[in-house]
T-cell receptor, first 115, second 110 residues
Framework: GAVVSQHPSRVICKSGTSVKIECRSL??????MFWYRQFPKQSLMLMATSNEGSKATYEQGVEKDKFLINHASLTLSTLTVTSAHPEDSSFYIC???????????FGPGTRLTVT | DAKTTQPPSMDCAEGRAANLPCNHSTISGNEYVYWYRQIHSQGPQYIIH???NNETNEMASLIITEDRKSSTLILPHATLRDTAVYYC???????????FGSGTKLNVKP
């Protein structure tokens, strides 16, 4: 149990376009979802925290107008990278937690390449 | 910010125990210690967590010092598939956020 999926697993987009990444909890209701970014050979960096039905809380230095997060249901959160640039190329990972546990269940990640 | 420090890398012979240390000297009384690992280009995988007592599951054992300022993850019989980056995380009671440190790259060698 406690499986989190992400779609797509890989995406290539042109500079200036927007791309949406989906994160789904497949077999549980996620009260909170988290988005991370990971550059090559670096650790995961927390970008934002989202709770279903409310606005996301962004970490310092993360542009909320560039990285739009929507947590429309207890099983789905989306991250939209708007007006993507090559420096946004990264590995984006989501995680989800449920009320009865502080453990985070991580998705497999999405590799974004902006050309 | 991450509240943990770990050695950047460690080697371990296949079949031997791997002992991965973590310092978390500023941990608060109600903060848990979590261990995750990340195999290349995958999402992190949960290993184990604890508050103050030692814990054991099918994957590993977690030893937390009495003052809770450090802990050790033990993989009792390391295999080549255990080669990964291991992250020790102190879970913030503030919205249960995880701030990852740089982790330890464990190289299991035949």
């Amino acid at each position: 149990g406690a499986v989190v999926s992400q779609h797509p697993s890989r995406v290539i987009c042109k500079s200036g376009t927007s791309v949406k990444i989906e994160c789904r909890s497949l077999d549980f209701q996620a009260t909170t979802m988290f988005w991370y970014r990971q550059f090559p050979k670096q650790s995961l960096m927390l970008m934002a925290t989202s709770n279903e039905g409310s606005k996301a809380t962004y970490e310092q230095g993360v542009e909320k107008d560039k990285f739009l997060i929507n947590h429309a249901s207890l099983t789905l959160s989306t991250l939209t990278v708007t007006s993507a640039h090559p420096e946004d190329s990264s590995f984006y990972i989501c995680s989800a937690s449920r009320t009865e546990s502080y453990e985070q269940y991580f998705g497999p990640g999405t590799r974004l390449t902006v050309t | 910010d991450a509240k943990t420090t770990q050695p950047p890398s460690m080697d371990c012979a296949e079949g031997r125990a791997a002992n991965l240390p973590c310092n978390h000297s500023t941990i608060s009384g109600n903060e848990y210690v979590y261990w995750y690992r990340q195999i290349h280009s995958q999402g992190p995988q949960y290993i184990i967590h604890g508050l103050k007592n030692n814990e054991t599951n099918e994957m590993a054992s977690l030893i937390i010092t009495e003052d809770r300022k450090s802990s050790t993850l033990i993989l009792p019989h390391a295999t080549l598939r255990d080669t990964a980056v291991y992250y020790c995380i102190v879970e913030s009671y503030n919205f249960n956020k995880f701030y990852f440190g740089s982790g330890t790259k464990l190289n299991v060698k035949p």
